[in-house]
């Protein structure tokens, strides 16, 4: 490990364009669909393309990253990915693609995600001291962060400038990046099991180690359920900036930026030393600050998109500093030899209920409102908040921090 600031700085190094060139797609294709139809029920269908392959993946994906080779199975996923992508172009630049076809190659990029992003995470315990854990978790962040300042703005430029098609090939130039940067970087791999594999034995074995510390059970129910309510309201920022604050792709694409700067800002705080406090009281902090900024969102008048900017900013900042104390808990709780397993339990697990969630959103927004979607859902998610500072066994897996840190 002691070469690890070297590894990481390679791995990053392609990781960034990846994760850029995917940001800058993602964008695209929503911004794309909601000038094409400006409807709810088709942001949510493509949110659920995007979310449904990977929660149902989950619980067997994890199984076979612990098995397999973590570098070899992260370069394979990219590369399926880019080929789906380029699949796609194909369709758009001969005229034939239709809508389904960007739902298919979302359910294609999740399914590829689902065995990615865990290996990614279960490699970290592998290459890093525990004590840098939570500062690897913050550089990721302000990459992501980044990608997310960066793809609304260029995805709305360049659908002025380009085609849809075109904009795809950038998601294959990403995968190609990021697959030629792990080719220099050796993962180690945590000594597998030399029994024949057994699906159910081994999906016991990755959900009894999310609940052999007491309160790890608890975090991750907390975590699912808050993300139950988030994932609906995140899917309506295009739509709340259309619909109520009267705005076009240009504020679209401005709240996006203002998010991604939060978190790039939220990632550098995470990143950039090691702090002597509790993560898992910054992990509840941040469950009240996203819930009030949703609140607070809903209640906004037609003219305070001011205002709304300013509240997704602080709802950005909270997501990095949640997500890099989050990861950095369960990678330094969790045996390395179930972390693939644990990872991919936790995505399908949240993903799962986000996803039904998600069905509901084309009613909540049509039937209910979508600023009473804003306000109710920011008010669950400050209760869950509250809820997570009185359980005690939640609360003192943050009494060792400080010794760690």
């Known amino acids: 490990m002691e070469n690890w600031k070297k590894t990481f700085g390679i791995i990053w190094s392609g990781q960034f364009v990846s994760i850029l060139t995917s940001s800058i797609v993602a964008y695209a294709v929503i911004f794309w669909m909601s000038l094409e139809t400006g409807s709810a029920e088709v942001l949510a269908l493509a949110a659920i393309s995007g979310m449904l392959p990977q929660s149902l993946l989950g619980p067997v994906v994890g199984i076979y990253i612990d098995r397999w080779n973590r570098r070899r199975t992260m370069i394979a996923s990219d590369l399926f990915i880019a080929l789906c992508t380029l699949l796609l172009a194909v369709l758009f630049w001969t005229g034939r693609a239709e809508m389904w076809h960007v739902y298919l190659l979302l359910a294609c990029r999740s399914a590829g995600s689902a065995f990615h992003r865990p290996a990614m995470q279960a490699s970290v315990p592998m290459l890093a001291p525990e004590a840098e854990f939570t500062r690897i978790a913050g550089v990721h962040q302000i990459i992501v962060s980044f990608s997310d300042i960066a793809g609304p703005a260029l995805g709305a430029l360049l659908l002025n400038l380009s085609s849809i098609g075109n904009i795809l090939l950038l998601d294959v130039i990403g995968a190609v990046a990021a697959c030629t940067a792990l080719l220099f970087v050796r993962i180690p791999n945590p000594e597998r099991s030399t029994r024949r594999p057994d699906l159910w034995r081994e999906f016991r074995e990755g959900f009894a180690a999310m609940h052999a510390?007491?309160?790890?059970?608890?975090?991750?129910?907390?975590?699912?359920?808050?993300?139950?309510?988030?994932?609906?309201?995140?899917?309506?920022?295009?739509?709340?900036?259309?619909?109520?604050?009267?705005?076009?792709?240009?504020?679209?694409?401005?709240?996006?930026?203002?998010?991604?700067?939060?978190?790039?800002?939220?990632?550098?705080?995470?990143?950039?030393?090691?702090?002597?406090?509790?993560?898992?009281?910054?992990?509840?902090?941040?469950?009240?600050?996203?819930?009030?900024?949703?609140?607070?969102?809903?209640?906004?008048?037609?003219?305070?998109?001011?205002?709304?900017?300013?509240?997704?900013?602080?709802?950005?900042?909270?997501?990095?500093?949640?997500?890099?104390?989050?990861?950095?808990?369960?990678?330094?709780?969790?045996?390395?030899?179930?972390?693939?397993?644990?990872?991919?339990?936790?995505?399908?697990?949240?993903?799962?209920?986000?996803?039904?969630?998600?069905?509901?959103?084309?009613?909540?927004?049509?039937?209910?409102?979508?600023?009473?979607?804003?306000?109710?859902?920011?008010?669950?998610?400050?209760?869950?908040?509250?809820c997570a500072f009185c359980i005690p066994s939640v609360m003192r897996l943050g009494h060792t921090d400080n010794k760690e840190q």
């Open 213 to 386: 510390t007491p309160g790890m059970g608890w975090l991750f129910t907390l975590a699912i359920a808050v993300w139950f309510f988030i994932m609906p309201v995140g899917v309506l920022f295009p739509l709340m900036t259309l619909r109520h604050f009267g705005g076009a792709a240009a504020e679209m694409s401005l709240v996006e930026i203002v998010w991604g700067g939060g978190a790039l800002l939220g990632g550098a705080i995470m990143g950039i030393r090691k702090y002597r406090v509790s993560r898992i009281v910054l992990i509840n902090l941040m469950y009240l600050v996203v819930g009030l900024s949703f609140l607070l969102s809903g209640l906004l008048p037609a003219s305070g998109f001011v205002c709304f900017t300013l509240l997704t900013a602080a709802a950005g900042i909270s997501s990095s500093v949640f997500n890099a104390s989050f990861i950095s808990v369960v990678q330094s709780r969790i045996d390395a030899g179930v972390l693939g397993r644990v990872m991919s339990l936790y995505y399908s697990f949240g993903l799962l209920p986000s996803t039904l969630g998600l069905l509901a959103t084309g009613f909540l927004a049509d039937e209910v409102g979508i600023t009473r979607t804003f306000v109710l859902a920011g008010t669950v998610i400050c209760l869950l908040g509250l």
